[in-house]
């Protein structure tokens, strides 16, 4: 071999063994090292699905948690936020958290009764008289009573989130006394108090997915709805409706309800912090939702595209009598136990 070949060959071995150990000629220095900074695969990912618009209070409260998280376990636990239904509707979510599939979702009170028919209590109309006496319910042997009916089923339930009190919209007549319900048709959540609250006044109901109620009220598949002003006013149902009547007949809120195996197997310094973001993101999103409802009601009479009607004492009294049998009919399959709680804090 002539010397200069030979020359060659060893600079060549040389180049080739350097970029093999991974040198790279004056980088190493001015990389910065964090030593806390977690790689992506040992990050730990909660997906979190949920059926309403970003700009609602369950959206809002989903992102100022992730922040939270973030924040608080020095990125080590990431929550993916999946809204409008875009990953599971409320219909497939709970099976999805129970497979594992997803790690936490916050169904409303009454897409919870398909789990278990306690939580129908939540949906009895008139049982709360104002948002204190909802927050009382939840945070005492109600709350904890729905909560332990989860445990068996694969989830845990670690928040109770507001959004607020329904009001009801139509498109054929002013709803002001129970008479004016007779022959309309209403879209409900999946539940069968809210089923029998309509039948007790006369009107029709079909349970539809709250994707698709918009489209439900413009192609007059239902007449009418209930739901917050927040819902109302994101999904523009006010839009495609006539009358809307501030009734606070009933209650939304949500569970917020995690995978129980997935729960218990995280570390417990990160399951603590992101514990410690919920608690921070349940006390943010309950005074935020009480305003973002105030505003948005200003907001939806200031486009003057629906006409509103607030009930007065003596018609609320009409409607309660209506709905009054429910109470009854209902005891049993909720649990006696509970809808004498919520009938009993009526008259504390
Ligand atoms: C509805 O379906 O009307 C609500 O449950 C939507 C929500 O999650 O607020």
Redesign the pocket.
């Known amino acids: 071999m002539k010397p200069i070949y030979g020359t060659f060959l060893i600079i060549l071995f040389g180049l080739v063994t350097a970029v093999l150990i991974g040198f790279r000629p004056g980088l190493s220095e001015s990389l910065p090292v964090d030593h806390e900074q977690t790689g992506l695969r040992d990050r730990i990912i909660i997906k979190f699905s949920?059926?309403?618009a970003e700009n609602?209070p369950?959206g809002l409260a989903a992102e100022h948690f992730a922040r939270l998280v973030k924040q608080k376990t020095n990125d080590r636990v990431e929550i993916q936020v999946f809204p409008n239904g875009m990953l599971y509707s409320?219909n497939t979510e709970a099976e999805a958290l129970k497979r594992g599939d997803i790690q936490m979702i916050?169904?409303?009170f009454?897409?919870m009764s398909n789990i278990d028919p306690a939580w129908l209590v939540m949906d009895l109309p008139f049982a709360f008289r104002d948002q204190a006496a909802v927050d009382e319910a939840l945070n005492g042997t109600v709350g904890e009573a729905l909560f332990q009916t989860v445990e068996e089923q694969n989830m845990h339930g670690v928040a109770f989130w507001k959004?607020g009190f329904k009001q009801m919209t139509s498109n054929r007549n002013p709803l002001v006394v129970p008479e004016d319900f007779r022959g309309q048709t209403f879209r409900i959540?999946p539940s069968k108090v809210l089923a029998s609250q309509f039948s007790a006044l006369g009107a029709k109901t079909v349970n539809i997915?709250?994707n698709e109620?918009y489209r439900s009220l413009q192609n007059g598949i239902v007449d009418g709805?209930e739901?917050?002003i927040?819902?109302i006013y994101t999904k523009r149902l006010y839009l495609v409706q006539k009358y809307m009547t501030i009734s606070n007949h009933g209650y939304?809120g949500?569970a917020v309800i995690v995978n129980k195996p997935f729960w218990e197997r995280m570390p417990d310094d990160l399951r603590s912090a992101v514990q410690a973001a919920m608690v921070e993101t349940t006390a943010w999103i309950n005074r935020e939702t009480i305003a973002m409802n105030e505003r948005q009601l200003r907001q939806i009479r200031e486009s003057g595209a629906i006409e509103i009607r607030e009930l007065t004492d003596e018609e609320r009294k009409r409607w309660a009598e209506a709905v009054q049998p429910i109470y009854k009919r209902y005891r049993d399959v909720v649990g006696g136990g509970l809808v004498d709680q919520v009938i009993k804090m009526q008259h504390q």
């Open positions: 949920h059926v309403v609602t369950k409320e916050a169904p409303s009454s897409n959004n959540l997915p709250f109620v709805q739901n917050t927040s819902n939304l949500y």
